[in-house]
């Protein structure tokens, strides 16, 4: 079955304990990222990744981080977490070239920094 | 960068009535449009997109349409159910060429038994 899968589903953390929260696709597919969504503000790209080894930041890429070693993984890094990135997360993945430009989507890491 | 409006408050309708959702957008007229359906606390799931160049798509009881001279866009459901109670976001890509999605902030519909 294609799937984006992220692990953890829920966190509860204290503030600067560091915290990775992982995205796999089984798709093959090119293009991945991150978004986090809070009431009122919809869907705000956080870091996204065109291919292995290719990252950029998104409109609120302060305070996190990613890595794209492998085509499948594409982790969320909160080195030092603060209340304000307590928020919803999602990643996301497409092909590049596709017909429908299609972005399939995790279920989301509810993530609780105290 | 593009900006795009959806109307922030809820739509009730009854069942069996048509629903109509406006995503509308400034700046550039993109290639194309999607939209995607969103349940509380999951995943959004792709439904259409349709192409600067299409007027109008369909897909079983759901119809887009897309004006760039308006520079808007319009999802219907024709028939809705109580189970059509979801959000419903627009994307469109970031700038002309771009495979990056900005998306609206999405309307919630309600259709009531």
């Known amino acids: 079955e294609a799937q984006v899968t992220q692990n953890p589903r829920y966190l509860i953390t204290v503030t600067g304990k560091k915290l990775t929260v992982t995205c796999s696709q089984n798709m093959n597919h090119e293009y991945m990222s991150w978004y986090r969504q809070d009431p009122g503000l919809g869907l705000r790209q956080i870091y996204y990744?065109?291919?292995?080894?290719?990252?950029d930041k998104g409109d609120v890429p302060e305070g996190y981080k990613v890595s794209r070693k492998e085509k499948r993984n594409f982790p969320l890094i909160l080195e030092s977490p603060s209340p304000n990135q307590t928020s919803l997360y999602f990643c996301a993945s497409r092909l590049l070239g596709g017909q429908t430009g299609e972005l399939f989507f995790g279920e989301g890491s509810r993530l609780t920094v105290l | 960068s593009q900006k795009i409006e959806q109307n922030s408050e809820a739509l009730n309708i009854q069942e069996g009535k048509t629903a109509t959702l406006t995503c509308n957008y400034t700046?550039?007229?993109?290639?194309?449009l999607q939209w995607y359906r969103q349940d509380p606390g999951r995943g959004p799931v792709f439904l259409l997109l349709?192409?600067?160049?299409?007027k109008e798509k369909r897909k079983e009881r759901l119809k887009v349409t897309f004006d760039t001279t308006l520079k808007q866009s319009l999802f219907h459901i024709t028939a809705s159910q109580p189970a059509d109670s979801a959000t419903y976001l627009c994307?469109?890509?970031?700038?002309?060429?771009?495979?990056?999605?900005?998306f609206g902030r999405g309307t919630s519909l309600i259709v009531h038994p």
């Open positions: 700046n550039y007229s993109p290639a194309y």
């Open positions: 994307a469109l890509p970031e700038s002309g060429g771009s495979y990056i999605p900005t």
């Open positions: 990744s065109m291919n292995v080894e290719v990252t």
């Open positions: 349709i192409r600067e160049n299409e």
